[in-house]
T-cell receptor, first 114, second 113 residues
Framework: ELKVEQNPLFLSMQEGKNYTIYCNYS?????LYWYRQDPGKSLESLFV?????AVKQEGRLMASLDTKARLSTLHITAAVHDLSATYFC??????????????FGKGTLLTVNP | DAGVTQSPTHLIKTRGQHVTLRCSPI?????VSWYQQVLGQGPQFIFQ???????GRGNFPDRFSARQFPNYSSELNVNALLLGDSALYLC????????????FGQGTRLTVV
């Protein structure tokens, strides 16, 4: 059974600081996704990582994927209050095609303080 | 373009009742998946349908069932509701193939009392 572990689960940081969220998973996969969720809202897609060594950046967020280590990171640069949310990583063990199933981590609740 | 739409947005039911949740995928998407998100947890996979066929099922009891219609919309049914079924139910639609991602609807908040 695929397991996805995120750490930390809770992250309180000051504005302007940098930090990294880690996502480890237990079985071979080269399809990993990062989502953001605001309280009471649905999931917003942030990054789609589909190959080993993939790196994507959007604003203050950068995500990377190391399929050999079964590890993805979400790096936050110079945090601002608007980034406060819960961040989930999700893994799809299928190789594409018509089967699609995501296994999510427990999420990282990020609070950015002034 | 319309995203994934779900109805209703909120629902309160009594234990033992039955509930039907509905989802319309993004136009052109033939795959629909359902997830349950209990407060404070990540979403858990319930079902995936593609071309009206069930392609995957998570570890949920038989009280949970779903179907997909010819227009690719989908329904999730839950019978004999328990308090523990209270959650946000998310529907996601996607294209199929290697380079694809799931787009989520706003969810249905189900409260069982």
């Amino acid at each position: 059974e695929l397991k996805v572990e995120q750490n930390p689960l809770f992250l309180s940081m000051q504005e302007g600081k940098n930090y990294t969220i880690y996502c480890n998973y237990s079985t071979t996969s080269d399809r990993l996704y990062w989502y953001r969720q605001d309280p009471g809202k649905s999931l917003e897609s942030l990054f789609v990582l589909l190959s080993n060594g993939a790196v994507k950046q959007e604003g203050r967020l950068m995500a990377s994927l190391d399929t050999k280590a079964r590890l993805s990171t979400l790096h936050i640069t110079a945090a601002v209050h608007d980034l406060s949310a819960t961040y989930f990583c999700a893994v799809d063990p299928n190789s594409g095609g018509s089967n699609y199933k995501l296994t999510f981590g427990k999420g990282t609740l990020l609070t950015v303080n002034p | 373009d319309a995203g994934v739409t779900q109805s209703p947005t909120h629902l309160i039911k009594t234990r033992g009742q039955h509930v039907t949740l509905r989802c319309s995928p993004i136009s052109g998407h033939k795959s629909v998946s359902w997830y349950q998100q209990v407060l404070g947890q990540g979403p858990q996979f319930i079902f995936q349908y593609y071309e009206k066929e069930e392609r995957g099922r998570g570890n949920f009891p038989d009280r949970f069932s779903a179907r997909q219609f010819p227009n690719y919309s989908s329904e999730l049914n839950v019978n004999a509701l328990l308090l523990g079924d209270s959650a946000l139910y998310l529907c996601a639609s996607s294209l199929t193939g290697v380079n694809t991602e799931a787009f989520f609807g706003q969810g249905t908040r189900l409260t069982v009392v």
